[in-house]
Every structure is written in structure tokens, then in C-alpha cells.
């Protein structure tokens, strides 16, 4: 069955970086449209970018635009999504989702199929 693994998060200090992985198995991610979601304590889930299987186009939170890119591997079946300047209230569990269909609006109720997420802790 379909699977999404998450991997790569970990303690940074602020201004650092981070690289996080999603691996797929049991599913084509070329089939879908592809987003990086992410919980923060206390908080509401949130969008952080997602990007579309057609066009290949992003879409990155307000909140994280410019610090982050989305990409996607297909020959590999992954997905990516590269974190700079991280700030600490980009802390939060980080997850990899899928659906079917278009990747905007990049909303979590959207999105259909999850990964157990990957812990990122930014701080001092």
C-alpha cells in the first residue's frame, strides 16, 4: 500500500538550514500534486509549499516565501523541501502529503494521503 516517509529533520540554531526528504513507495508521485505541511504546538496545521505534478508550479506559504523551495524527484520518487534561514517559530512537525487533482489552494484538508512527519526544532 501507499506509503510517505519523512526524514531529515533535527535541532538547527536560527539562521541554519535544513534539507527534508519524503520518500514515496506504493505510489507514483508523478500522479499528484505534492505539499509540505506543518504543526506547530498549540497550533493549527499549516501549508508551508506545495507544487503541482503538470507544471511543476509552487506554492509557497506568505510566511515562507523565499526561504524555501519545493522540489520533486520523479525517477527517484521524492520530494524535497530545502529550508534556509530558519527562524524559531519555523518550528513545528513536518509532514508530506499528496492528492489528487490541483496543488492550489495549498490547504491541509486538501490533501489525502500523509506521511508520519519529521520533527524540526529551531532554537538557540
Known amino acids: 500500500q501507499e506509503q510517505l516517509v519523512e526524514s531529515g529533520g533535527g535541532l538547527v540554531q536560527p539562521g541554519g538550514s535544513l534539507r527534508l526528504f519524503c520518500a514515496a513507495s506504493g505510489l507514483q508521485l508523478d500522479r499528484y500534486s505534492i505539499g509540505w505541511f506543518r504543526q506547530a504546538p498549540g497550533k493549527e496545521r499549516e501549508g508551508v509549499a506545495c507544487?503541482?505534478?503538470?507544471?511543476?508550479?509552487?506554492y509557497p506559504a506568505d510566511s515562507v516565501k523565499g526561504r524555501v523551495t519545493i522540489s520533486r524527484d520523479y525517477a527517484k520518487n521524492m520530494v524535497y523541501l530545502q529550508m534556509n534561514s530558519l527562524k524559531p517559530d519555523d518550528t513545528g512537525v513536518y509532514y508530506c502529503?499528496?492528492?489528487?487533482?490541483?496543488?492550489?489552494?495549498?490547504?491541509?484538508?486538501?490533501?489525502?494521503?500523509w506521511g508520519q512527519g519529521t520533527q524540526v526544532a529551531v532554537s538557540s
Open positions: 502529503a499528496v492528492r489528487e487533482g490541483l496543488a492550489f489552494p495549498c490547504w491541509p484538508s486538501r490533501y489525502n494521503y
Open positions: 507544487i503541482s505534478s503538470s507544471d511543476g508550479a509552487t
